[in-house]
């Protein structure tokens, strides 16, 4: 090879390189309108069905059933959700942080696991806590203010919220490095083997906790399937400011597998969330899930989103909405009719009333309870404080 | 005079402190298009610019370490935490970094960061909301920690934070953000050092101390006890890393007794420090030991309790009734 020759391979290389990296800091567009390419999808926005090489064979043994409850769920807790931020505008709750357009993201994934498997939520998972059992009513409690959350985590394998951002998720990997060392991890027994669900959000996904996570998970081969819906918006953030590439592609530098699927598509959510459980219960470890969905509503009842996005972005969004889409392909396939949706609205209107006049029904603790449950054994102080508070209390009994 | 809220008196020194110092740039979490949580940054991003008012990433640790990396290259950051209770991912930047950076470098570098953190409950919200963390940073060498209390002081302590060459960890009582008061936008000086205590109202028979959102409950306390024909001196500490001690044994020397109050729980609160510097410098003229009205000794309760464990008035009173009581 000539000098000349040598010269003109490096001109190449250096071109190439140059156009990758011009490639590379490209500026990220302002929204990604259809979540791109790869984006698995089993259900168009307008009810279509769509196969898919990979996973379509995991709803294959879906029922007629299944599906129905797959839209009655997603229809109740959107109920629910609806019930509650009705409840904190009339001030019977303190806050409320609303699933809406998060339906299919949350009860495709909670659908896919089993009963021994593990949830770790955020505050947002109500749709999650309805598959796993949680009474919503336990939910309300703690945007109330009555609780901090009080439901027994062990009863439906469905963590406590947790609000410090993204913390969860090394909770998450830390109970299936657990799993593991209790040999519930390939074995092959459906009963035995269990996985753990991580759920977090967008921007979660500039913490620490959640990079460590996915680096404890990736060393220990923990079997937990990171769910991440990115529904585009940490409260005024768009998810360009935490990641100049998809999320998904993101598990990828940590050495496991990381897909995108349209958070909107309830059938796509539960096919892609039970193969990442399927890997991760016979030992194949981590994956990373971006449900690719958007949130359609404020935040939370204290946050005004006027403030900082456009509300064509929201309409575009309307047109893929979880729900309408399995409606149409339940009504097209002849797999639900007329009365059927009927049934489900009928049965929404019942739950609500069950939430409201249970929200409406709950007593604030008893002061004195605040002093309970701190320490497992006694500890001297509590009790000397919670002796004096006793008694200053009832030095206010009888006229003040 | 102007008659501004307290987030607003903060909005306006923060402004004034980007027009007359270039070096000077805010970082947090939906600071700009939002003006943050409670809008104290409200309009900011929009006159001086997105490379001055930047919105991070969220994540705690990182704004706080980037914000040392700034620094350190010569700037002035202004850090804002959202709530008091998601400082704590920031945790060790702040323990490990912020506050050691100057004696590690003996001397050679400085850290001129003020980290800004709406404090404290009484707003009803859920978790992690509602925290007084400020014993954990009054407790860490190199950082100093500062309070306001009411919208004149918010103007000019944030100003004299970020003038500060140390790093100030700047608390907001949250619950206070939109009480008003008149105040000098004008004014060509503050109207007195950041790291004094005041007397903001004067009293004969009992010294009562507290800074924040507890100055106000305190203040009222003040006067329902006057109407008992009890004289209540009441000192809004302003600092609390230094504390002014002089202010605080001028006043008990006088009075002979004194109460702290604060929103966090009394063990190893504030108030400890203060009861145990007070009794050596002031032992020959206290009538009465030191009395701590706080919190409890457990994590902040749920919002339907919150009435049942911040001091409130009653509670202040009792105070001060049982240091009178000796």
């Keep these: 090879m000539s000098d000349n020759e040598v010269a003109v391979t490096k001109d190449a290389a250096a071109a190439v390189d140059a156009a990758a990296l011009a490639a590379l800091h490209a500026p990220v567009p302002e929204t990604i309108a259809d979540g791109g390419p790869e984006l698995v999808q089993l259900l168009t926005p307008e009810g279509e069905r769509l196969d898919h090489p990979e996973y379509s064979a995991y709803i294959d043994d879906l029922t007629d059933d299944d599906l129905r409850g797959f839209y009655r769920d997603q229809v109740l807790i959107r109920r629910v959700d609806a019930e509650a931020t009705a409840l904190q505008r009339q001030g019977e709750l303190g806050i409320w942080a609303s699933l809406l357009g998060q339906e299919a993201a949350q009860i495709g994934s909670g659908r896919a696991l089993r009963p021994q498997d593990y949830a770790f939520p955020t505050y947002r998972e109500h749709g999650v806590a309805w598959v796993r059992g949680v009474d919503p009513l336990n939910l309300l409690g703690l945007f109330r203010g009555v609780n901090h959350g009080g439901w027994d985590p062990n009863e439906n394998n469905f963590h406590l919220y947790t609000i410090v951002i993204g913390a969860q998720t090394l909770h998450a990997t830390g109970y299936a490095m657990g799993i593991q060392h209790d040999h519930a991890v390939g074995t092959g027994d459906p009963e035995r083997d269990a996985a753990v669900i991580a759920y977090f959000g967008d921007g979660a996904t500039a913490q620490g906790d959640v990079n460590e996570s996915f680096v404890y998970a990736a060393s220990s081969n923990a079997p937990?399937?990171?769910?991440?819906?990115?529904?585009?918006?940490?409260?005024?953030?768009?998810?360009?400011?935490?990641?100049?590439?998809?999320?998904?592609?993101?598990?990828?530098?940590?050495?496991?597998?990381?897909?995108?699927?349209?958070?909107?598509?309830?059938?796509?959510?539960?096919?892609?969330?039970?193969?990442a459980l399927n890997a991760a219960r016979s030992g194949q470890?981590?994956?990373?899930?971006?449900?690719?969905?958007?949130?359609?509503?404020?935040?939370?009842?204290?946050?005004?989103?006027?403030?900082?996005?456009?509300?064509?972005?929201?309409?575009?969004?309307?047109?893929?909405?979880?729900?309408?889409?399995?409606?149409?392909?339940?009504?097209?396939?002849?797999?639900?009719?007329?009365?059927?949706?009927?049934?489900?609205?009928?049965?929404?209107?019942?739950?609500?009333?069950?939430?409201?006049?249970?929200?409406?029904?709950?007593?604030?603790?008893?002061a004195v309870s605040m002093f309970d449950h701190i320490y497992v054994e006694e500890h001297p102080l509590i009790e000397a404080e919670r002796a004096g508070f006793a008694a200053y209390s009832a030095s206010f009994e009888g006229g003040h | 005079m102007s008659k501004l809220t307290i987030a607003r008196a903060i909005n306006a020194g923060l402004r004034r402190a980007l027009e007359s110092d270039s070096k000077v740039v805010i970082m947090g979490e939906d600071i700009g298009k939002l003006g943050g949580v409670f809008r104290v940054t409200e309009g900011l991003q929009k006159d001086f610019g997105e490379d001055r008012v930047i919105d991070t990433p969220l994540a705690e640790s990182g704004i706080v370490g980037t914000a040392i990396g700034m620094a350190l290259?010569?700037?002035?950051?202004?850090?804002?935490?959202?709530?008091?209770?998601?400082?704590?991912?920031?945790?060790?930047?702040?323990?490990?970094?912020?506050?050691?950076?100057?004696?590690?470098?003996?001397?050679?570098?400085?850290?001129?960061?003020?980290?800004?953190?709406?404090?404290g409950g009484g707003i009803g919200a859920v978790e992690h909301h509602s925290e007084s963390n400020e014993a954990y940073f009054a407790h860490t060498a190199g950082l100093r920690v500062v309070a306001c209390s009411n919208p004149e002081d918010a103007y000019w302590m944030i100003q004299q934070a970020i003038a500060c060459d140390d790093p100030v960890i700047f608390y907001e009582p949250k619950r206070r953000y939109?009480?008003?008061?008149?105040?000098?936008?004008?004014?060509?000086?503050?109207?007195?050092?950041?790291?004094?205590?005041?007397?903001?109202?004067?009293?004969?028979?009992?010294?009562?101390?507290?800074?924040?959102?507890?100055?106000?409950?305190?203040?009222?306390?003040?006067?329902?006890?006057?109407?008992?024909?009890?004289?209540?001196?009441?000192?809004?500490?302003?600092?609390?890393?230094?504390?002014d001690m002089d202010v605080l044994a001028t006043s008990v020397e006088k009075t002979g007794r004194l109460v702290?109050?604060?929103?966090?729980?009394?063990?190893?609160?504030?108030?400890?420090?203060?009861?145990?510097?007070?009794?050596?410098?002031?032992?020959?003229?206290?009538?009465?030991?030191?009395?701590?009205?706080?919190?409890?000794?457990?994590?902040?309760?749920?919002?339907?309790?919150?009435?049942?464990?911040?001091?409130?008035?009653?509670?202040?009173?009792?105070?001060?009734?049982?240091?009178?009581?000796?």
């Design chain 1, 224 to 275: 937990v399937v990171f769910f991440c819906q990115n529904n585009q918006w940490a409260i005024s953030q768009p998810v360009e400011r935490q990641s100049r590439i998809p999320i998904y592609q993101r598990a990828r530098g940590f050495g496991f597998p990381g897909v995108r699927v349209d958070g909107n598509d309830v059938l796509a959510v539960y096919a892609v969330t039970k193969a």
């Design chain 1, 285 to 366: 470890g981590p994956t990373l899930i971006e449900a690719y969905t958007y949130r359609m509503g404020a935040h939370t009842t204290s946050d005004d989103p006027t403030k900082y996005r456009i509300s064509a972005e929201v309409e575009v969004w309307k047109l893929r909405d979880p729900i309408a889409r399995l409606k149409a392909y339940l009504t097209a396939s002849g797999k639900a009719d007329p009365a059927f949706f009927e049934d489900v609205e009928g049965e929404a209107d019942v739950l609500a009333v069950r939430v409201r006049e249970g929200c409406l029904a709950m007593a604030d603790p008893a």
């Design chain 2, 260 to 326: 702290v109050a604060h929103e966090a729980p009394t063990f190893l609160g504030m108030g400890a420090e203060i009861a145990a510097s007070v009794s050596e410098k002031c032992f020959y003229h206290l009538e009465s030991p030191v009395i701590r009205v706080g919190g409890y000794n457990i994590p902040y309760p749920p919002s339907r309790l919150e009435e049942e464990f911040l001091p409130d008035l009653d509670r202040v009173l009792d105070g001060v009734d049982r240091a009178l009581a000796y």
């Design chain 2, 73 to 119: 290259r010569g700037y002035r950051p202004i850090v804002e935490i959202q709530f008091d209770g998601f400082v704590y991912p920031a945790f060790d930047q702040i323990v490990c970094q912020v506050a050691k950076m100057r004696a590690r470098s003996l001397g050679k570098v400085r850290l001129p960061m003020v980290i800004r953190i709406p404090v």
């Design chain 2, 178 to 243: 939109h009480e008003k008061g008149e105040l000098d936008l004008l004014a060509d000086a503050a109207p007195r050092a950041l790291f004094e205590a005041t007397i903001a109202r004067p009293g004969e028979h009992v010294t009562l101390a507290a800074y924040g959102p507890m100055v106000k409950v305190c203040l009222d306390a003040a006067t329902a006890a006057a109407e008992e024909g009890k004289s209540v001196e009441v000192i809004d500490l302003r600092s609390l890393s230094p504390l």
